[in-house]
């Protein structure tokens, strides 16, 4: 257990629905980061949070969103889903100092 | 952010070294190398950090020459669970946000 935990692990929805993906970072640690991986790309940097803040936005669709809650949890908001948008979907925590955190992310399937 | 390159596949048995180099020839001062293991349909994992010279802990250990343009993770006899996707990363201690490559495919056979 990373102490980064992502709800749920997996989810299959058809397309032109809306998801949303959970993730609560590790204790303490205040920035969450948002990752994308399919098998034809890498991870792919989505958007980044800081105590409710957005930090850093990275290739992230219009159709895609989040926000981080006052107690530091995080959502992923994806609309209108195509079947492009199947992939993994990681989270990631930092606190100070090195070392990113990631959580063992949720499996996006849409059919 | 600093650009790493890193071969795409590497081949070992089990009980062998494996040395994986990472060439980033734009390194800031500031900026520090780690590496991660990724493998299939989990997160990708920490292993290990560093500035310049040598960092060891138990799994791995972290070789940085003095002009710190490339490192060398390198795994101590190897055993088939080493079977992952290796990324190295270059970027400072702050919360910059972490630019994936395409990591090094590392098989280990029996």
């Known amino acids: 257990d990373s102490g980064v935990t992502q709800t749920p692990k997996h989810l299959i929805t058809a397309t032109g629905q809306r998801v949303t993906l959970r993730c609560s970072p590790r204790s303490g640690d205040l920035s969450v980061y948002w990752y994308q991986q399919s098998l034809d790309q890498g991870l792919q940097f989505l958007i980044q949070y800081y105590n409710g803040e957005e930090r850093a936005k990275g290739n992230i669709l219009e159709r895609f969103s989040a926000q981080q809650f006052p107690d530091l949890h995080s959502e992923l908001n994806l609309s209108s889903l195509e079947l492009g948008d199947s992939a993994l979907y990681f989270c990631?925590?930092?606190?100070?100092?090195?070392?990113?955190?990631f959580g063992s992310g949720t499996r996006l399937t849409v059919v | 952010l600093a650009k790493t390159t890193q071969p795409i596949s590497m081949d070992s048995y089990e009980g062998q070294e494996v040395n994986i180099t990472c060439s980033h020839n734009?390194?800031?001062?500031?900026?520090?190398i780690t590496w991660y293991q990724q493998f299939p349909s989990q997160g990708p994992r920490f292993i290990i950090q560093g500035y310049k010279t040598k960092v060891t802990n138990e799994v791995a250990s972290l070789f940085i020459p003095a002009d710190r343009k490339s490192s060398t993770l390198s795994l101590p006899r190897v055993s088939l669970s080493d079977t992952a996707v290796y990324y190295c990363l270059v970027g400072d201690r702050g919360y910059s946000t972490l630019t994936f490559g395409k990591g090094t495919m590392l098989l280990v056979s029996p």
């Open positions: 990631a925590s930092k606190g100070p100092g090195y070392g990113y955190t």
């Open positions: 734009n390194i800031a001062t500031n900026d520090y």
